[in-house]
């Protein structure tokens, strides 16, 4: 999807991609942007680096997320930011957009960028990836986060609202 913010990362990718030669980008999901992300890749000439998966099964999200350096996220809009909440729970590092409901649901445990911003994307992922200490500093902080934000204490958050609004 658009808002997704495909073009900005994989543009991100491109500048960095160089520097690491190590890194590849995963790339998942369906819908009308997905091929236009790979002749993207193809034109940015990154397309033997990234890889694009269409849309994984539950089991390998988390895979994916068990096994990623880091999850980038730099939509340019949310309405949650459940992605997020997930791989934080997985132990993934983060980075995400500063604006929306990202930057709320992130709340100081993931890098967070300006979406808009191909430069501070790719600065981000860089951080990220040179940067282990880093790394495992949002793991710890993600799963804090990520177990603050449960089904079950939403529940118990809007229950109160509602007993508060029926007083």
Sequence with gaps: HPYKNGP???????GIAPVFPD???????????YGTLQRLAHRLDISARVR??????????????REALFFAFPSLVEGFGLPVLEA??????VLTSNCSALKEVAEGAAELVDPTDTDAIAAGMTRLIERADLRRELVELGRKRASAMTWEQTARKMVTLYRQLAA
């Design 8 to 14: 900005r990362l994989l543009h991100a990718f491109a």
């Design 23 to 33: 890194v590849d980008l995963v790339v998942s999901g369906r819908g009308r942007s």
């Design 52 to 65: 694009f998966t269409g849309t994984p099964s539950d089991a390998e999200i988390k895979g994916c997320f």
């Design 88 to 93: 934080m729970a997985s132990g993934c590092p």
